[in-house]
């Protein structure tokens, strides 16, 4: 069975109503992201961050996952599929796909300020005073710019086995997570899919210039006819 890895980027959630990490402005929400997603801002206001990501997990709870998630989990069914993904909310896993790795965190997770690897699910609004069993104050589970991505040599393994690559939702611009196309296998066939695609086609490079649901319905028939 071959391997298919997937980079996934904001570009996947942005139909089921999750609002792309920044606007045209550089804000997020209306927040400059030095405000809400860098220790600093965390230390200076934490009250603000944590209302910030209360925000976004309360709307998670008020989507659902779209046809590119569906896609993504049913390709299971005929190939080994890994997903690679930059965004922190889990409509991949609510859409059935059993094997995904958030580079930069997950909104439904909380960790220790003092212990990185300290982490637990959490569902609802975290607060100051939200303390983990080490005692310690409970932080969003989010890297933040100005962090260590901590699966990021995962990732760079994971990619490498990669039979096919599909890229989606992402303009592959954002370091680390831009760099990981670099560890695919020489020749590996690689499916781009982006609406505003700032990439031009190669020899094993197919570009989709559509949205992630309509690239995933088109890129499905070709996996299946030509890959299995």
Known sequence: MKKIVVLTGAGVSAESGVKTFRDDNGLWEGHDVMEVATPEGFEKNPKLVFEFYNQRRRQLKTVQPNLAHQILADLENHFEVEIITQNVDD??????STKVTHLHGELTK????????????????????????????LRPFIVWFGEAVPKMDEAMKIVSQADLLIIIG????????????????????IYFIDPNPAIKEQKNLTIFADKASTGMKKLKQILINTHL
Do not use: C
Request: proline share 7%; glycine share 10%.
């Open 91 to 96: 409509l991949h896993e609510r859409a059935g």
């Open 110 to 137: 909380a960790r220790s300020i003092k212990n990185e690897e300290l982490v637990l699910d959490w569902n609802k609004d975290l607060n100051l005073g939200n303390l983990g069993p080490d005692g310690n104050q």
């Open 170 to 189: 992402t303009s592959m611009q954002v370091y680390p997570a831009a760099g990981l196309i670099n560890f695919a296998k020489p020749n590996t066939p």
